[in-house]
Every structure is written in structure tokens, then in C-alpha cells.
């Protein structure tokens, strides 16, 4: 008698729930890895997070396939980067159909400029980290407001460890000597980091992995390293190696490793998450420019 009458208890329970938690977690689209694991870091098991650009994706040249237009218009949520970064996005909502509310996570970042465009790479900043959890965990309260606690206690607990780690990345490049905190990337991805926390870095390529650098602009570079002395150089995953391999051999900068810029990696890969790519990152500056 008592075992039907928790059953009966349950299924008044199921009767009452929300239609959210009854259909399950909330369907939230992400543009590219890194906006997935913040979601992922907010939403916790309320959410069931897509990402479109995938691990090691190039978010700046991705053709989006026709799978990608179904999961937008299966979404209840899509979270972007803004600043120009996913200028493929538009046509893929419009072939969508999907009529899911849309978040900026930049929003209320001041962004850089290059020229007349926006440097999109906010992310590379932890301060501005925190201004895209904010902003996901307030779309996600929008979205599923029974969750909403649960939502805002992830999104600080989560902002604690990024405070935790822009403390790690400022004491990592205290100890760099000032005259080494200069280093060659592939792309501009970094500007970011570099005014946060004073590494200066110099690209080749400007903000987009689509654009070419011209023959006068890696010359300039290679006479750069050469008169300012510049020790290291660096890949990176979501690149092409072989301009940055040119450089060095020309110059006798040593490859110093690769940095995450534009991607994290698999779950077998050394940086799965944000916090574990930009501790890789600084581990990797430090090490060759430590010295």
C-alpha cells in the first residue's frame, strides 16, 4: 500500500513540473567551444549545451553544414560571441527558421579595435570572462526561471575561479622579465591578453585567420625580431604552422609551443575546458620567456 502511494505521490509531482523539467534540460546552442564550456560551467545538468564549431575549430572560417541549421531551430537558447567573430551566423539563421532568443556574451565588454574592426577575442581576458558568465547565466534565468537559483549559484561559483586564475595568470607574468614579455602568434588573437597583462604580442595576420599577411608585413616582423630581439614564437591549434615555422628559422626565434587562441580541445586534449587553456597558455609563455 505505501509503495502505491509514493508512486501515485510521484506522478502528481511529474504532473506539477515545469515544462522544462518535465521535457528534460534546457536545449541551448553555443557558437564555438569556448562560449560551451561557459555555458556548460552555468547551466550544469539543467542544460544540454551544443556546440557548432567543434573542438580545434576555426570559428573565423567555419561553413556551417546543414545539420547545424536543425540544431539552431531545435534551440530554446542561442549564446554567440558577437564583435563580429561569427560573420557566417546570419545565413545559417535565416536557412534556421528558429525562433530562439539570442545572447551576446560580449555585451558590456569594451571591446578593442583594429582599424575599423573589433578585435572579437574578448575571452583572452579572464575580467572579461566574467562579463560572458554574467551575461549566459542571466539568458539562462530568462529561458528557465524555475532554474534559476541553481543557474546564479553556478555562475558564482564559477566567477570565484576566474578570479582564482587572473590571480595565477598576474603572478605567471610577474615573473617574466619585462624585456622578454614580447613574443610573434599567428594570428591577432591576443590583444586582449596583452592589455590586460602586458605581454606584447605581434601577429603577422590581423584578426581573422581569413586574412593573408603580405610579403612586406612578414619582413617587417622578421626585421622586428631581429632589432628588438624577441626570443620566442609561437603556433597555435586553430593556425596555420607554417608562417610562424618560416619566421623562426629565418630568425633564429625558437618555437616556444602552441597556444589556444580561437578553441579548446577534445576531452583528451590539453585543454578542454577555458581555465585549463589559459593555464596552458601561461605555463607556455612563461616557459619560454622565463629564461
Excluded at 502505491?4 to 502528481?12: G, N, P, T, V
Excluded at 541553481?150 to 605567471?172: I, P
Excluded at 615573473?175 to 594570428?187: A, L, N
Aim: hydrophobic share 45%; with cysteine.
Amino acid at each position: 500500500m505505501r509503495r502505491l502511494q509514493f508512486r501515485i505521490f510521484c506522478l502528481a509531482m511529474l504532473a506539477f513540473a515545469s515544462p522544462v523539467q518535465a521535457a528534460g534540460a534546457l536545449e541551448v546552442v553555443a557558437s564555438f567551444s569556448i562560449i560551451g564550456d561557459f555555458v556548460k560551467n552555468v547551466g550544469g545538468d539543467r542544460v544540454n549545451v551544443t556546440t557548432l564549431v567543434g573542438p580545434n575549430g576555426d570559428v573565423h572560417v567555419y561553413a556551417p553544414a546543414p545539420a547545424d541549421a536543425k540544431k539552431i531551430a531545435d534551440a530554446k537558447l542561442l549564446v554567440i560571441n558577437g564583435l563580429g567573430l561569427e560573420g557566417w551566423l546570419p545565413r545559417l539563421l535565416q536557412s534556421s527558421g528558429g525562433k530562439a532568443p539570442i545572447t551576446v556574451a560580449t555585451n558590456g565588454v569594451a571591446p578593442l579595435r583594429l582599424g575599423s574592426d573589433a578585435d572579437p577575442h574578448a575571452w583572452q581576458s579572464v575580467a572579461n570572462a566574467k562579463i560572458y558568465v554574467a551575461n549566459i547565466s542571466d539568458a539562462l534565468v530568462a529561458a528557465d526561471p524555475r532554474d534559476a537559483a541553481a543557474f546564479r549559484a553556478n555562475a558564482a561559483r564559477y566567477a570565484a575561479e576566474l578570479d582564482a586564475l587572473e590571480a595565477e595568470v598576474r603572478a605567471a607574468v610577474a615573473q617574466i622579465r619585462p624585456e622578454h614579455r614580447k613574443v610573434i602568434s599567428t594570428h591577432d588573437a591576443f590583444g586582449y591578453f596583452a592589455s590586460s597583462y602586458g605581454i606584447d604580442f605581434i601577429a603577422p595576420s590581423g584578426v581573422s585567420t581569413e586574412a593573408e599577411p603580405s610579403a612586406r608585413d612578414v619582413a617587417k616582423i622578421i626585421s622586428q625580431i631581429k632589432s628588438a630581439k624577441i626570443p620566442a614564437v609561437f603556433l597555435e591549434n586553430s593556425g596555420d604552422p607554417r608562417l610562424v615555422s618560416r619566421i623562426a628559422a629565418e630568425t633564429g626565434a625558437k618555437v616556444g609551443g602552441t597556444l589556444f587562441s580561437d578553441a579548446l580541445t577534445d576531452e583528451k586534449g590539453p585543454c578542454p575546458t577555458y581555465i585549463e587553456m589559459v593555464r596552458h597558455n601561461i605555463r607556455t609563455l612563461t616557459s619560454a620567456l622565463g629564461n
